[in-house]
C-alpha cells in the first residue's frame, strides 16, 4: 500500500481557520468511512483526534472537524492556537484488515 | 489508570533481533485488539500489523511480513512485538495502539520504544 498523500506543511495564525488534506484512492479513503486523524507533538505518542471521518472523541475541542469527498479527506481546525503547532496524520482502512498512513503535515502556528 | 505501558529503549546490532512489550492496564486487554505502528526519526508513521488478542489470529502488512511476529500473553494483559534480521533502516519509535474493533481507529496509544540498530 502507497501512503495517503498529505500536503507537507500549513500554517496559520492565532484564530484563523486551516485545512489539511489526506488523499487516497477509492480502495482506502473512498472506498470507507473509516478515516482517521492523530495530532502528533514532537517527543509524543499521537492523539486520535478524529475518527469515522467527522467523529470527535470526548475531550476533543470542537475546533476540530473532519469530513470527506470521493477520494480526499480533510481536518479543518477553527479558531487556531498556539498549541494546535504539531504533526498531523490521516489514516484509512485499506480492507483486508490492513490501515495504511498518511505521510504527514506540519502544522504551524504563526 | 487506562493505559499501555511499553518496554525500554533497546540498542541492537545488524541481524539481531529485538522484542518490544506493551503492558495494557486499567481495561479488560482482550474486549480490545493491538496494533503495532513504528516512526523512523523524522518520518511518518508506518502500520506494522495487528493482533487479535482473544484468540491470537494475526494480520500484517504486506511490507513487513516474515520480519514482525505478534503475539499476546493474556495471563499478563500484555501484547508484544518482535522484529527480526534488524537493518539501520529499522531504526525507530515503535508504539503500540489499541484498537476498538468496533471501527477503525486508535484510541490509546502506548509512549513508544525507541529501537536502535548500530553496528
Known amino acids: 500500500q502507497s501512503a495517503l498523500t498529505q500536503s507537507r506543511s500549513v500554517s496559520g495564525s492565532p484564530g484563523q481557520s486551516v485545512t489539511i488534506s489526506c488523499t487516497g484512492t477509492?480502495?482506502?479513503?473512498?472506498?470507507?468511512?473509516?478515516v482517521s486523524w492523530y495530532q502528533q507533538h514532537p517527543g509524543k505518542a499521537p492523539k486520535l483526534m478524529i475518527y469515522d471521518v467527522s467523529k470527535r472523541p470526548s475531550g476533543v475541542p470542537d475546533r476540530f472537524s473532519g469530513s470527506k469527498s470521493g477520494n480526499t479527506a480533510s481536518l479543518t481546525i477553527s479558531g487556531l492556537q498556539a498549541e494546535d503547532e504539531a504533526d498531523y496524520y490521516c489514516?484509512?482502512?485499506?480492507?483486508?484488515?490492513?490501515?495504511?498512513f498518511g505521510g504527514g503535515t506540519k502544522l504551524t502556528v504563526l | 489508570q487506562v493505559q499501555l505501558v511499553q518496554s525500554g529503549a533497546e540498542v541492537k546490532k545488524p541481524g539481531a533481533s529485538v522484542k518490544v512489550s506493551c503492558m495494557a492496564s486499567?481495561?479488560?486487554?482482550?474486549?480490545?485488539?493491538m496494533h503495532w505502528v513504528r516512526q523512523a526519526p523524522g518520518q511518518r508513521l508506518e502500520w506494522l500489523g495487528w493482533?487479535?488478542?482473544?484468540?491470537?489470529?494475526?494480520k500484517y502488512s504486506q511490507k513487513f511480513q516474515g520480519k514482525v511476529t505478534i503475539t499476546r500473553d493474556t495471563s499478563a494483559s500484555t501484547a508484544y512485538m518482535e522484529l527480526s534480521s534488524l537493518r539501520s533502516e529499522d531504526t525507530a519509535v515503535y508504539y503500540c495502539?489499541?484498537?476498538?474493533?468496533?471501527?477503525?481507529?486508535?484510541?490509546?496509544w502506548g509512549r513508544g520504544t525507541l529501537v536502535t540498530v548500530s553496528s
Open positions: 477509492s480502495s482506502d479513503v473512498g472506498g470507507y468511512n473509516y
Open positions: 486499567g481495561y479488560t486487554f482482550t474486549n480490545y485488539a
Open positions: 495502539a489499541r484498537w476498538p474493533t468496533t471501527s477503525w481507529y486508535f484510541d490509546l
Open positions: 489514516c484509512s482502512y485499506a480492507g483486508s484488515y490492513t490501515v495504511v
Open positions: 493482533i487479535n488478542v482473544g484468540n491470537g489470529n494475526t
